[in-house]
């Protein structure tokens, strides 16, 4: 049963950084795309930052390129998601998911992903 769980949420002030980490396990992490997505309350699910099986390509949505950045420890089945200069509007839940998304405007996309986690709140305070 593949399993992700997200960790490294909290409440933190604008300007300020968190890390969130998801930790996976069930099948073999290395062979598989990890997203990252967060869901404001009355917004949908949408789509933050991507890394392809390898960690050689990276994908991110405009809102946050140069803020956060993706990456994966396949030896410890663990993608990290360091967020900076966080904004109030950053504040929602975040989840991780894992899928095989072909490379390209595809792997932004949630049907894509076939396992998510449990999420992890994010709260930035003004």
């Known amino acids: 049963q593949v399993q992700l769980v997200e960790s490294g949420g909290g409440l933190v002030q604008a300007g300020g950084s968190l890390k969130l980490s998801c930790a996976a396990s069930?099948?073999?992490?290395?062979?598989?795309?990890m997203g990252w997505f967060r869901q404001a309350p009355g917004n949908e699910r949408e789509f933050l930052a991507a890394i392809s099986w390898s960690g050689g390509f990276t994908f991110y949505a405009d809102s946050v390129k140069g803020r956060f950045t993706i990456s994966r420890d396949n030896a410890k089945n663990t993608v990290y998601l360091p967020m900076n200069m966080l904004h109030t509007e950053d504040t929602a839940v975040y989840y991780c998911?894992?899928?095989?998304?072909?490379?390209?405007?595809?792997?932004?996309?949630?049907?894509?992903?076939?396992?998510w986690g449990q999420g992890a709140q994010v709260t930035v305070s003004s």
């Open positions: 069930g099948r073999t992490f290395s062979n598989f795309a």
């Open positions: 998911a894992t899928g095989a998304p072909p490379l390209g405007s595809r792997i932004k996309v949630r049907s894509e992903y076939d396992y």
